[in-house]
């Protein structure tokens, strides 16, 4: 049954032919033909707000905000939703370039949510396949957060328009990631009870592929903490016995912690900067600060190595006769996704399938690979993933803090393809094709996706029914939630603010203007596929 309905709604919502698809009989029974019919009209609506995707995702792009610095966003961003009936409410969580969204009344409570902040000094030009940042140091998209919210948008707005014409019940709320790349404030959106009476989160993230999985994915959580020590500052050579060094015991700790690494669990992670050292030389530093990510599987193994990186702290504190304070600077709960909502989520990729690249996009894509210097020249995908399903070994990697929200509300993560497999992450290689063609149509093809998921809770309680079942009797019925952070930790949103300040008006002179070109690449004048530079011997 599920794959003729499968099979059906791939044969409507692929074809470009959607007219001629509606007309035609559907081979299914009771409220999912009715069902499908919607998801059809939603994926035609968001095929018509092409030209929105695209100016948000490259207006996002051009904006190059780093976490807790996200202002420009907010502003367009919440500017659009506002036009478009929706109440907004700025600065939530106390901070200041969060926003959070609603429209509409009544239940299902659906609250999509997707990261908008880039990476230190990843700025690079978009569509071209070498090396060219467009600001020498300055932040840009080497995640590719500037798509996420272009998606959630597009598809809220077309669930938005079938639900007045057919008076639905349910509201819609969209929220933003604000600072993901210090995994900084969702912990604390859930801390405030943001999430109290919804009903089920639909997150995106940009990926290489079309998927979605259930249960924990590949990856960690972690809890990012700053270790200030205090001294006693002294003439490094006329009397530096007078002197107590914070740096040093920002260094034997970093010692101490590199010696621990061997005995700990091989699947964690761990890494630290040193954001304060001193001053100078011949200063003994009297404040010294290190910032550390402690990232493990499990919240117990978490909770574990963060104890043994306080009581190394102690005995650097100790070593030298000096004070430490700590703060929580952000926290990741390891994620786990909702079953019932994924399975239904991933009908709905299948249905939906890959974008259909160009000619372009595919010499772009290959050009960007031999770039990379790739093992395999591939170009674009053209298949959806599998669904995916716990690992049966876990696996090691990055964190997001949507953990946090997947273990206070039914979540699921749908990763939508909008950028080229064998960019290296966190890195200025993510951005070049993240306000190209490639990104508005994966960015299109997930909104598509974000829609039908929507109309599939809205439109079958039982859908809803089944998510908290599992999330009640399955994900948490051996696990509690006990957060990384206190009812006191407040948010570090004072962290990028001299990287913006520095950059901010160079930035503003490359701001896309939508009103004069119809693309952010025409607005730089790229050729794009621009596969060498022009500029270069
Ligand atoms: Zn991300």
Known sequence: MKRILATVAIALLTGCNLARAQDEPIDVEG???????????????????????????????????????EFETQRYITEILENNGFTVEQGVSGIPSAWWATWGS??????????????????????????????????????????????????ALAVKEIMERENLPGTIVLWPGIAEELVATKAWFARDGRYDGVDAVLFTHVSDSFSVSWGQPTGTGLVSVEYTFDGTAAHAAGDPWKGTSALDAVELMDVAWNFRREHLNPLQRSHYVIVDGGDQPNVVPSKATVWYFIREMTADNIRENFAKLQRTAEGAALMTDTTFTRRIVGAAYPRHFNKPIAEAMYDNIRAVGMPEWSEDDQVFAKAFQEFMEADEITGLKTEVEDLGVPLEEPKSGGSDDIGDVSWNVPTVTLRFPSNVDGSTGHHWSSAMAMATPIAHKGATAGAKVVAATMLDLIEQESLVDAAWTYFRDEQTANETYVPFISDTDKPAIEKNAAIMAMYKDKLREFYYDPSKYDTYLEQLGIEYPQLKDPDAE
């Open 31 to 69: 409220p999912p033909a009715e069902l499908t019919g919607l998801k059809l009209e939603a994926a035609r609506i968001v095929g018509d707000k092409q030209k929105l995707t695209q100016e948000i995702v490259d207006s996002l792009f051009s904006f190059s905000e780093l976490g807790f610095q």
């Open 106 to 155: 009544g239940k299902p409570v659906i609250a999509l949510g997707s990261d908008v902040d880039g990476i230190p000094k990843a700025s690079q030009m978009p569509g071209v396949t070498y090396r060219k940042p467009m600001i020498e140091g300055a932040p840009g998209h080497g995640e590719g957060h500037n798509s996420g919210q272009a998606v959630n948008i597009t598809a």
